[in-house]
């Protein structure tokens, strides 16, 4: 009981990191959508720049084709008049793309956002989960402690020192319920004569196959009616 506190008790940050990784993640998604939103912006900033420019371009020529004096001039007019509308074009083509462009990424930064807030709700709940279980373990393993005291006080120095080093070689577990000729953890069926042995109580029999010491739970006495 007590090594099952202490592993709960050690596995808790690391499932609190990977809370702070999961609310990481979705904070960092919600940033990602926003910095493509400022770069789209700025793409349309330049667009509308160099549309202006062209416009601007465009219109003095309108404004110089009444000045012009023959058919050639007013030919090359046409001209350069025909290549600014074609460049107003390629750019208005280009401010649609990026406008719809914006109106997706303004979808998917609402998506991000409430994709993140539902994340932090999740987040801090199985964090106070975890702050509850780590209070109970806590309690817990401090119960089991005083109550280890008292029992480590009633055993041998032989018996105590065997439990150790079993329970340091089984992860903290060094008994295991003997039953129906089976030791409980590692499921090997014991030798008739060994599990007499456990069955009698009178003395620390252990599993052949996984060393645990082992124990027998008497049965219910039936109630008298």
């Given at each position: 009981m007590a090594e099952r506190d202490r592993r709960r008790m050690a596995d808790i940050p690391g499932a609190q990191q990977a809370l702070d990784a999961r609310l990481e993640s979705a904070t960092a998604a919600v940033d990602t959508v926003k910095q493509r939103i400022a770069v789209n912006q700025a793409a349309r900033r330049d667009i509308e720049k160099d549309l202006a420019v062209v416009q601007g371009r465009l219109s003095k020529y309108k404004n110089q084709l009444m000045d012009v004096k023959t058919n050639k001039e007013y030919q090359a007019m046409q001209k350069e008049m025909a290549v600014a509308e074609e460049e107003i074009s390629t750019q208005e083509?280009?401010?649609?793309?990026?406008?719809?462009?914006?109106?997706?990424?303004?979808?998917?930064?609402?998506?991000?956002?409430?994709?993140?807030?539902s994340e932090r709700a999740a987040v801090s709940a199985q964090k106070s989960a975890l702050d509850g279980e780590r209070a109970d373990?806590?309690?817990?393993?401090?119960?089991?402690?005083g109550e280890r005291t008292g029992v480590v006080a009633q055993?041998?120095?032989?018996?105590?020192a065997l439990f150790e080093r079993i329970a340091h070689g089984r992860r903290g577990i060094a008994v295991a319920e003997a039953r129906d000729g089976l030791c409980t953890l590692?499921?090997?069926r014991m030798r008739p004569q060994?599990?007499?042995?456990?069955?009698?109580?009178?003395?620390l029999v252990q599993c052949e196959s996984c060393t645990r010491?082992?124990?027998?739970?008497?049965?219910?006495?039936?109630?008298?009616?």
């Open positions: 083509t280009r401010m649609l793309e990026r406008m719809e462009e914006s109106d997706a990424l303004t979808r998917e930064l609402k998506a991000a956002e409430a994709a993140l807030t373990a806590e309690r817990e393993l401090q119960t089991v402690l055993l041998s120095r032989e018996a105590l590692c499921h090997v060994v599990y007499n042995d456990v069955r009698r109580n009178d003395m010491i082992l124990y027998t739970v008497p049965p219910a006495t039936p109630q008298a009616s």
